[in-house]
């Protein structure tokens, strides 16, 4: 499984956009993956669609996902690749090359605010595979991490091959992959004669086509409050990839100070601005959820400008005196309406 470094905040397909008094056929499919669960609606499915090959095709699809990027199989590309030896070029298939090849575009884009070596200082700070004797390590570990740490300096790629240049150098994608496992089942969908489906894997998602009421397919993006699960928005999503990151959900506290999960890889360190949320809208759902992630690190007063400067569809939802404000991109008001809120 690929189990995800950021919490990703869950989005609610409202059933009410879902069911009618006389609706076309729907088939459903869930499951488990990547430490998660899967939804897969199809409406309107191809008479010659079988039910079982569908199913059938989409646990093939998510275990080669898995297969290729999940750092808890030691046989998978990225398990092969970390326990690779410094300057030894590994070949990579090209789901991983494309995810690989994406990550870097979107690194570059962010200012290094989106980074798949970041499993040092996961590790380091407690939000890995173990906790630290001490909850806020010192910044001696902290720089020695951070040497690790920066996929242009320390990754490269040549052709369909990536090098490290430290045997200690890991990649993690799992604030990717998911993003892109939910693309590759939509492409087996289509491929399979689906035109109107949406593909969720824990939280994030892509739609096409309309549901079953003929509308776009009714998302609530949640409120990030520990206090329980609100519908904060809902937003009509037809046709692109949508995802969310928190930072609400995995924390820990020392000292009378809070300190998040969502680490920066320029710092080495927890984030300390109020953004609690980011939901991205974009063209698929890998986009989405690796943006998601580095708008998320970046926060509101830095993010919002990027994401103008990019064209990106963006909804941040910050924390101002005990209350959630709104704040969108240009791109997100113009595809979702105004979601400013005071």
Not at 83 to 88: F, K, M, Q
């Amino acid at each position: 499984m690929i189990r995800p470094l950021f919490a990703t905040l869950f989005l609610f397909v409202l059933a009410g956009c879902l069911f009618g008094d006389d609706t076309p056929d729907v088939l459903r499919f869930s499951g488990e993956t990547m430490g998660t669960t899967y939804n897969v609606t199809v409406v309107d499915p191809p008479e010659a669609l079988d039910e079982a090959a569908v199913q059938q095709a989409i646990t093939a699809t998510l275990e080669a996902v898995n297969g290729s990027m999940s750092n808890w199989d030691p046989q998978s590309e990225v398990s092969r690749f970390n326990s690779s030896a410094a300057l030894e070029p590994v070949p990579m298939s090209e789901p991983f090359a494309t995810v690989m090849a994406l990550s870097n575009d979107i690194h570059d884009a962010s200012g290094a605010r989106f980074d798949v070596t970041l499993a040092p200082l996961i590790e380091l700070w407690g939000f890995g595979t173990r906790t630290p004797e001490d909850e806020v390590p010192p910044p001696a570990d902290i720089n020695a991490a951070l040497d690790l740490v920066g996929q242009r300096e320390v990754l490269r790629m040549e052709g369909d091959a990536l090098i490290k240049t430290d045997d200690a150098v890991s990649v993690n994608l799992s604030a990717i992959a998911k993003g892109y496992g939910v693309d590759a089942v939509a492409e087996t969908l289509s491929e399979a004669g689906a035109a109107r489906y949406l593909v969720e894997i824990g939280g994030d998602l892509v739609t096409r086509g309309l549901n079953a009421e003929d509308e776009p397919w009714a998302i609530g993006i949640e409120r990030p409050d520990v206090a329980g699960r609100v519908v904060e928005l809902v937003v009509p999503v037809s046709g692109y990839g949508l995802a969310s990151s928190g930072d609400y959900r995995n924390y820990f506290e020392a000292g009378g100070e809070r300190y998040s999960h969502i680490l920066d890889p320029t710092t080495g360190r927890p984030v300390t601005h109020s953004t609690a949320s980011v939901t991205v809208l974009a063209e698929n759902a890998t986009l989405a959820d690796g943006w998601a992630t580095a708008l998320l690190v970046a926060g509101a007063e830095v993010g919002l400008p990027l994401a103008e400067a990019e064209g990106l569809a963006v909804l941040f939802i910050t924390r101002e005196d005990g209350a959630f404000v709104t704040s969108a991109s240009r791109a997100f008001s113009e595809l979702i309406g105004d979601t400013t809120s005071e």
